[in-house]
T-cell receptor, first 110, second 114 residues
Framework: KQEVTQIPAALSVPEGENLVLNCSFT??????LQWFRQDPGKGLTSLLL?????REQTSGRLNASLDKSSGRSTLYIAASQPGDSATYLC?????????FGAGTRLTVKP | SQTIHQWPATLVQPVGSPLSLECTVE??????LYWYRQAAGRGLQLLFY??????ISSEVPQNLSASRPQDRQFILSSKKLLLSDSGFYLC?????????????FGPGTRLTVL
């Protein structure tokens, strides 16, 4: 059974901190992995797509890493800002299947 | 560039009434299309996906149905709404080919069934 877990469920940090969000998956035969951000009452915004052949992807202050052998992906946010406050979800993409994690709710305090 | 639209943004409907939610995509051809539901405090649940006009696959048995009358139009419907149909409905698209690969989401429709 393919399961995706995101830890922690919620995280509160002061502005300026670097932080790491975790996504773990039980089936390592993934195709790709995608990180999203969701603001309250809004749709999902795609942040990064990391292919199974890649180890990491970067976009601005965001860096996503992928370790298939250990079944883990991390999303690193540098120099966090209040505007980063949102729920972050990972989606693990398999061949003709996909699993979303439940998300990590991030609050960055000014 | 590609954009995805959903309407209405919010909807309040009585139990037993019909439902029609619409999703349209611009700037791409022959996309894979998806309908999700996000209930309060719960994760995303895939309801339907479509790989082409008239081709609908259902992921869970439910009170809902989907149709794809045009290449870039995806409609979610119900003949009689239930209280349990309340939730946040999201439409998404991905490029032709591998299902679920790099999806882009619409702004969502908040449905409240009273």
């Amino acid at each position: 059974k393919q399961e995706v877990t995101q830890i922690p469920a919620a995280l509160s940090v002061p502005e300026g901190e670097n932080l790491v969000l975790n996504c773990s998956f039980t089936d390592s035969a993934i195709y790709n992995l995608q990180w999203f951000r969701q603001d309250p009452g809004k749709g999902l915004t795609s942040l990064l797509l990391i292919q199974s052949s890649q180890r990491e992807q970067t976009s601005g202050r965001l860096n996503a890493s992928l370790d298939k052998s250990s079944g883990r992906s991390t999303l690193y946010i540098a120099a966090s800002q209040p505007g980063d406050s949102a729920t972050y979800l990972c989606a693990v993409i398999y061949d003709n299947d996909m699993r979303f994690g439940a998300g990590t709710r991030l609050t960055v305090k000014p | 560039s590609q954009t995805i639209h959903q309407w209405p943004a919010t909807l309040v409907q009585p139990v037993g009434s019909p439902l029609s939610l619409e999703c349209t995509v611009e700037g791409t051809s022959n996309p894979n299309l998806y309908w999700y539901r996000q209930a309060a405090g719960r994760g995303l649940q895939l309801l339907f996906y479509s790989v082409g006009i008239g081709q609908i696959s259902s992921e869970v048995p439910q009170n809902l149905s989907a149709s794809r009358p045009q290449d870039r139009q995806f409609i979610l419907s119900s003949k009689k709404l239930l209280l349990s149909d309340s939730g946040f409905y999201l439409c998404a698209w991905s490029g032709t080919g591998i299902l679920y690969n790099e999806q882009f989401f619409g702004p969502g429709t908040r449905l409240t069934v009273l």
